[in-house]
């Protein structure tokens, strides 16, 4: 039978014996002042079957990291490994990045890059395509890291989005688009505003609902 993994004791005034495996100081153990350490061991042995089986998933989660991003609205589950200095990011539609890396944290930096890309791309189009369309007129498409906002028209009708606005589905990103595209002629949100809205997207309540509801959603997870 493989030993137990060394472990660190830490006293205190309790009445029971705890297991507590730390991603940063590994296994410890937390016992009453009064209890021997050779009833500690017996009880660290007891539990050695949990111990690895948790140290092992621990080893897992550090070398590769499984989660959900959404593009388009649709939900994507990515794999992030970091081996060495080799570092590579796949999504479950994409590949995005493989190269050397100085550390972990440069995931997020990847993952903000490819949205961005791809929001510049997307909203271009998509903006491009009203505003012909509808003769909506706009001087320069922007893309943000904001994140209390989902799009804003400056007074000289620069349009301004988040990347973030890619993870939602097409038709609420239009929605955003149409919203930001009429203030290029309304600066507020009169009635004649909205009106122009509904004009371009008659449902365009069911889409600003579900930003409301739904777009809390569309962030990064944390690393």
Same mark, same amino acid.
């Given at each position: 039978?493989?030993?137990?993994?060394?472990?660190?004791?830490?006293?205190?005034?309790r009445r029971?014996?705890?297991? *507590?495996?730390?991603? #940063? @100081?590994?296994?410890?153990?937390? +016992?009453?002042?009064?209890?021997? %350490?050779?009833?500690? &061991?017996?009880?660290?042995?007891?539990?050695?079957?949990?111990?690895?089986?948790?140290?092992?998933?621990?080893?897992?989660?550090?070398?590769?990291?499984?989660?959900?991003?959404?593009?388009?609205?649709?939900?994507h589950s990515?794999?992030?490994?970091?081996?060495?200095?080799?570092?590579?990011?796949?999504?479950?539609?994409?590949?995005?990045?493989?190269?050397?890396?100085?550390?972990?944290?440069?995931? *997020?930096?990847?993952? #903000? @890059?490819?949205?961005?890309?791809? +929001?510049?791309?997307?909203?271009? %189009?998509?903006?491009? &395509?009203?505003?012909?369309?509808?003769?909506?007129?706009?001087?320069?498409?922007?893309?943000?890291?904001?994140?209390?906002?989902?799009?804003?028209?400056?007074?000289c009708n620069?349009?301004?989005?988040?990347?973030?606005?890619?993870?939602?589905?097409?038709?609420?990103?239009?929605?955003?688009?149409?919203?930001?595209?009429?203030?290029?002629?309304?600066?507020?949100?009169?009635?004649?505003?909205?009106?122009?809205?509904?004009?371009?997207?008659?449902?365009?309540?069911?889409?600003?609902?579900?930003?409301? %509801?739904?777009?809390?959603?569309?962030?990064?997870?944390?690393?």
């Amino acid at each position: 039978m493989p030993k137990t993994p060394p472990f660190e004791i830490i006293r205190a005034s309790r009445r029971s014996i705890s297991i *507590q495996i730390s991603r #940063t @100081k590994g296994l410890i153990v937390r +016992a009453p002042f009064s209890v021997p %350490e050779d009833i500690i &061991h017996a009880f660290v042995e007891r539990k050695s079957d949990w111990i690895r089986k948790h140290l092992s998933r621990q080893r897992e989660q550090k070398e590769q990291r499984n989660t959900i991003l959404y593009h388009l609205g649709q939900p994507h589950s990515y794999e992030y490994n970091l081996l060495q200095k080799e570092t590579v990011l796949r999504l479950e539609w994409m590949f995005v990045f493989s190269g050397k890396v100085r550390e972990a944290s440069v995931e *997020q930096v990847m993952i #903000t @890059k490819w949205y961005r890309k791809q +929001a510049q791309q997307h909203l271009n %189009e998509r903006v491009a &395509h009203f505003s012909e369309k509808h003769g909506l007129k706009y001087e320069q498409i922007r893309i943000t890291s904001a994140i209390t906002r989902w799009g804003s028209c400056s007074g000289c009708n620069n349009l301004n989005f988040p990347w973030r606005l890619l993870m939602a589905p097409e038709k609420v990103i239009d929605y955003v688009i149409v919203h930001e595209l009429a203030h290029t002629v309304h600066k507020n949100h009169s009635s004649r505003f909205w009106t122009l809205v509904e004009s371009i997207m008659p449902d365009w309540k069911t889409h600003r609902t579900h930003l409301q %509801e739904e777009g809390w959603k569309y962030t990064l997870p944390k690393f």
